[in-house]
């Protein structure tokens, strides 16, 4: 049994065979594989389904998927409760009428599992006949029943799992910890664990996709209490541990979705502080570090919360997992983070409690709806400020160019914010509350977001704590470098003037060669720690910022700003002309915060210096930057030091998001040639992680593209 | 140009991994005392600044060929002439491409210094800056430097061929944490032919250097057909084993990939397959330093 690394580094072996068996098989798709077998459970016999109303229909869906979804209990597991329809793996609710599928489910949030350890879902039910008696007669009270009769699908489906394990002796623990949760409070580790990932099977199995938020936070106590009382050892605990990362992968079926087929958006933070500003770092902590160090599964993207301070023991555990590739940790510079946060209108208790949406955005978790609008900078500048490369606009000065670019984004940013009217219905009158408008049901992730019950209203419709909208640039590194290329080669070295520009840009630098050479080679860009470049791009960072502060508390809204691509620089690439930093049109682009491919000479610690001049704190909603490592850059132990060394260096100088990955290309290149043998090579795309053979070419190509130039 | 105030550099490579613990900047000084057949740096034998060209890089653009000395002719290859070079670099200057560029760049101390600062979020308390070359103590103006890099409390380690002034080498070892210190040859003939100097001041100053508390790792160069001898290897490990201060030996085995770099001088490329070691050559390097107790590492 062996598990990939991007080195020669052999994994630790820790746990016991069966589970290293169990991780094995998993991750080899065979529950995956099985998942797929049943797409979704059949509405057909219900009667006059059409003529229900969408939220009559949604509880229908649910009813059936708890009554009819296989029954999955694999052998040797510690924990139980899986995800078994396929339609899940695709972002859809898996039930069809008439063959179709009758609604989409929700992801980019992490739901609240504090309140089903510490109350159980009875707890909520509790919270749910409440809301009710307040609301009877009103508009919300039909959510509200839809609450509750989503609950009793949700026991429905509980009580399938108590019949099917109380079969067998074997199942004796398993049958015993859901006897207590996730109804009733945890008392236990064991339960605890038990608990979350029955509530995040049932979630999933509804064709949602949450986040698992702080993990160590949740289950830390708990394990605490255990070993103290002397009922559990920590190798015990790391067993069963191990099985939540294991059941995990139980949607890992080797199929070409494009982006990968490992994004279910499963994010784990771990470390930092809590409310009261106390570290929260833990056995647990470790555990985690343990487990993905010793079975390299990739499908919960971890996150780590680092600050100027964080021990020694901890940043060194980080650096010893992330040596082994596969781009599963990645760390947030809390400080920064909780600041942002402070100035973005949240109160101090609530920024410390910060975790993300499943990718990295980060967010109240529990208490947060989030949608991101992206946008791509380079396209505004193009198309719009320089209009083209028509020759129609002309600009004296750099200065006048930028002025109507940070113009263009404002328009372009206001188109946004205007998107957000859309929720709500129309009203006359100016004065009257802004009413939102009904939205797609999606009862089940609105049990676990604070808000929603007590308000009666669902995620989507306003009822989460907190709602967020976030314009995402995109395209930074490169808008930054054209702009800068201009004011170089036009208004300073007056190489050309700025129609000639337009003009050799219009035609793609056909014929330009000379002057396309000179602006690749002798132009330093961003990426490479030089003021003149990393000034242009932290000036648009801190604008843009400002342009969405500037359209804020429109209605309540939190509307920050925040920095990525993901894997868009992809799609965009059609959409894009040649550029004014030397690229031709077709050529792929920078990714997130990371400097433009093969621009950067200088090393991983003048990209971390390039992204940390911009002011990152005006940026709430977060900016992410990728630092690609070579094998042979971090063996041993010296190359523990390194890693440590970037992560000191990330959060001293004000960063904010940092997904560092060990790539070698020439193993990516081999397992494009024989994917059969690198059926779990997993590399970071960009909050997530894939399964390298899952992505298709092109995708493929960008990796190896991002990672060659080192 | 006031010597002992600046320092002629051919290259400032940041994030660095091998030339000491941590992460680390190098810097490449200008000007070496050996001439070593095999050496991976060519650029920085000479104390002066000197034209490279990169042919793979040249895209017949023509920008060069103004050249007062008629050094670029266009045949049509680019074709350099290199004894009518003076040296003057405005070719380089003019060149998109960087496939000419002249090597060698004069900095003030403070200058340098902040250069290298630029990382000090990254070094944390074991990384900081390495020296080397060329042979940096060859320039006085080393010391006052790593003066100043001390003063900003970061580490700094310095290569050295060992062939320097006594001088210069008593004013810098409270400067320098460690030294990594090249001894390319035990045998005195072989050395000289080989690198154009006797070994006999390298392994003097070495030892003395020792005497005055200097940390040392020996960098020990491994070239087939050269110095792959036994009685080299244990020479070295009883040279270890008489050092008061000295913390091991690295093992450097040759490649070849340097070689390139002497045709961007315009000299043939000194690259010799033959020269690289077998496993078990460096394996009988290593066992026999083991041996005499001696902590070894391969790079």
């Known amino acids: 049994m062996e598990f990939y690394t991007q080195n020669n580094l052999v994994r630790p072996v820790r746990l016991c065979e069966t589970t290293r068996g169990f991780a094995y098989d998993s991750l080899n798709r065979k529950y995956g594989l099985d998942t797929l077998r049943v797409s979704s459970v059949s509405l057909d016999s219900i009667d006059r389904f059409e003529n229900l109303s969408p939220i009559e229909k949604y509880d229908c869906c649910i009813q059936y998927i708890a009554m009819q979804a296989p029954i999955r209990i694999c052998a040797g597991e510690r924990i139980s409760g899986s995800a078994t329809l396929g339609n899940s793996i695709h972002h859809l609710v898996p039930a069809t009428y008439g063959g179709k599928p009758v609604f989409g489910s929700i992801s980019h949030l992490t739901v609240d599992f504090e309140t089903v350890l510490k109350r159980g879902v009875f707890g909520i039910r509790d919270d749910v006949l409440a809301s009710l008696e307040r609301h009877k007669n009103t508009s919300r009270e039909r959510f509200l029943r839809s609450c509750h009769a989503c609950i009793e699908a949700f026991s429905l489906w509980h009580g399938r799992y108590l019949q099917a394990l109380s079969t067998e002796e074997k199942w004796k623990d398993n049958y015993q910890n859901l006897l207590q949760v996730p109804f009733k409070p945890a008392r236990t580790f064991y339960e605890a664990v038990q608990s979350i990932w029955f509530t995040f099977a049932f979630i999933r199995l509804c064709g949602n996709w949450p986040g698992i938020g702080r993990i160590d936070q949740l289950l830390g106590p708990y394990l605490k209490r255990d070993l103290e009382q002397g009922t559990l050892t920590l190798s015990e605990a790391r067993e069963i541990l191990a099985h939540f990362f294991i059941k995990g992968c139980e949607w890992i079926n080797g199929q070409f979705i494009g982006s990968g087929d490992a994004q279910h958006y499963q994010n784990i933070v771990l470390g930092g502080i809590d409310a009261e500003g106390k570290t929260v770092t833990n056995e647990v902590t470790y555990l985690v570090l343990d487990i993905i160090e010793e079975l390299g599964i990739s499908d919960f993207p971890v996150s780590v919360r680092v600050s100027r301070t964080t021990d020694e023991r901890l940043l060194t555990r980080v650096a010893e997992v992330m040596r082994y590739g596969g781009g599963i940790l990645a760390v947030y510079n809390e400080d920064l983070v909780i600041e942002a946060m402070c100035e973005d209108g949240y109160s101090l208790e609530e920024a410390r409690s910060f975790a993300n949406d499943g990718c990295w955005e980060v967010q109240v978790p529990g208490k947060t709806y989030f949608i991101y609008s992206p946008f791509d900078a380079l396209q505004v500048l193009q198309q719009r400020t320089l209009g083209g490369y028509e020759g129609n606009i002309i600009y004296k000065t750099y200065e006048d160019m930028y002025a109507q670019f940070k113009q263009d984004i404002t328009c372009r940013v206001g188109e946004i914010a205007s998107a957000l009217r859309g929720y709500f219905e129309d009203k006359t009158d100016p004065d009257a509350p802004w009413v939102w408008k009904t939205q797609m049901p999606c009862t089940i992730v609105s049990l676990f977001e604070q808000g929603c019950v007590e308000q009666g209203l669902s995620y989507l419709e306003g009822g989460p704590v907190y709602n967020v909208h976030s314009p995402h640039i995109g395209g930074l590194a490169d808008v930054a470098n054209a702009l800068y290329a201009i004011k170089k080669i036009v208004f300073d070295e007056q190489r050309c003037t700025f129609l000639d520009y337009m003009r050799i840009l219009k035609n793609n630098w056909e014929g330009e060669e000379t002057l396309r050479q000179y602006v690749l080679h002798r132009l330093d860009f961003y990426g490479n720690d030089c003021d003149a470049v990393d000034s242009i791009a932290a000036q648009i960072l801190s604008d843009f910022a400002d342009i969405c502060r500037s359209f804020e508390q429109t209605h309540g809204y939190h509307f920050p700003g925040g920095v990525s691509t993901f894997g868009r620089q992809l799609e965009w690439t059609s959409k894009r002309l040649a550029s004014p930093h030397g690229r031709r049109k077709g050529e792929i682009l920078a990714a997130n915060c990371s400097p433009t491919p093969d621009s950067d000479r200088e090393g991983a610690t003048a990209i971390i210096r390039s992204y940390c001049k911009a002011d990152l704190k005006k940026l709430a909603s977060g900016s992410a930057l990728d630092v690609k490592l070579l094998p042979g850059n971090v063996s041993g132990s010296d190359g523990v030091q390194v890693i440590v060394g970037l992560i000191r260096g990330f959060a001293t100088l004000g960063g904010f998001f940092m997904q560092p990955d060990v790539v070698d290309t020439t193993i990516l290149r081999e397992a494009q040639q024989h994917p059969e043998n690198y059926q779990n090579l997993s590399v970071r795309v960009s909050g997530w992680n894939a399964r390298f053979v899952t992505l298709n070419k092109e995708w493929q190509e960008m990796v190896i593209l991002q990672n060659e130039h080192r | ?299």
């Not at chain 2, 491994?222 to 000295?246: E, F, K, M, P």
């Open chain 2, 1 to 299: 140009m006031n010597t002992d105030k600046q320092l002629h550099v051919t290259e400032i490579q940041r994030f660095c991994m091998h030339d000491g613990p941590g992460i680390r900047t190098t810097v490449f000084l200008k000007g070496c005392p050996l001439s070593c057949a095999w050496c991976h740096n060519p650029e920085t034998q000479s104390a002066q600044s000197e034209l490279l060209y990169d042919e793979k890089l040249c895209i017949g653009c023509g920008k060069c060929g103004d050249c007062s000395q008629k050094v670029h002719s266009f045949l049509p290859e680019h074709y350099v002439k290199r004894d009518h070079c003076l040296q003057c670099g405005l070719c380089a200057a003019l060149c998109p491409t960087q496939a000419l560029f002249m090597s060698g760049i004069s900095y003030t101390l403070p200058e340098l210094r902040d250069l290298v600062l630029r990382d000090l979020p990254f070094y944390g308390r074991d990384g900081g800056v390495t020296l080397s070359g060329g042979e940096p103590l060859a320039q006085e103006g080393t010391v006052e430097f790593l003066r100043l890099c001390k003063s900003a409390e970061i580490s700094t380690a310095v290569e050295t061929c060992g062939y320097v002034n006594l001088k210069i080498l008593e004013r810098i070892v409270p400067f320098v944490d460690f030294f990594l210190w090249d001894v390319k040859d035990t045998n005195s003939g072989r050395h000289k032919q080989y690198t154009g100097v006797s070994n006999k001041l390298i392994l003097d100053r070495l030892q003395y250097a020792d005497r005055l508390g200097a940390k040392t790792r020996l960098r020990c160069i491994l070239i087939n057909g050269v110095n792959t001898d036994t009685r080299h290897y244990s020479n070295i490990g009883a040279l270890v084993q008489r050092l008061v201060n000295c913390q091991g030996v690295d093992i450097l085995p040759y490649h070849a990939y340097g070689g390139r770099k002497s045709t961007l001088l315009g000299r043939r490329d000194n690259g010799k397959i033959e020269w690289i070691p077998t496993q078990d050559q460096i394996d009988c390097f290593a066992d026999t330093l083991q041996n005499m107790n001696v902590a070894v590492r391969c790079l």
